[in-house]
């Protein structure tokens, strides 16, 4: 079993991780086919984010703004706090120079959690369309396949990223149904008292 990551100075320290391990064999070395996955990949996250910047103010659902700033919000405290190395044979790179508005090319090292699969879960609460949440339920699982097999993310990142998306998603709706009541409170109060 070949580790995903070994340390150059070290190599005694590794990371393994068996999704990884599920493509060896299998050719990751052509541009051709990396390029067209990850652009497919690309454009994809880029019409989800703008049908979520166009769903949010047509139907009103102000909560996904909300989920979407506290999850990169937290994201990027955990990446701060927790850096992981790249994993080796990284592959996620811009093959054909098309330019994405939401998807960074350039290595970051932002590993934990992904943000790739977070994306189809903030779109599949933008939309009440049944084939639009079939797509969202598609790309959850093609980014994921994406991130693996492109060796840009570990598979715990995958994880990480629908645990935090699904919670904040959840805590997002609560709060934002709190602040609504309280907001409407404070309206009729204020008309009450002004009566």
Known sequence: ???SYVDPIDPNKTIIDRVHNLYEGIDTDNANVLGTLILCSSLSIDFMMLY???????HKRYYLYFAMMLFYLVRFVIQQLTTLPLPN???FHNYFNVPSLFVRYQVFGDLYPSGHVSVPLFF???TDNYLLKRFAVFQLFYQSFIVTYTR???F???VGGVSLALNIIFV???LYSKLQTLYYSLIISILVLHA
């Open 1 to 3: 079993m070949q580790p």
């Open 124 to 126: 599949l609460q933008s």
């Open 152 to 154: 840009s993310h570990y």
């Open 156 to 158: 715990i990142d995958i």
């Open 172 to 174: 997002s709706k609560w």
């Open 52 to 58: 979520i910047l166009h769903s949010v103010s047509k």
């Open 89 to 91: 044979n990284y592959k």
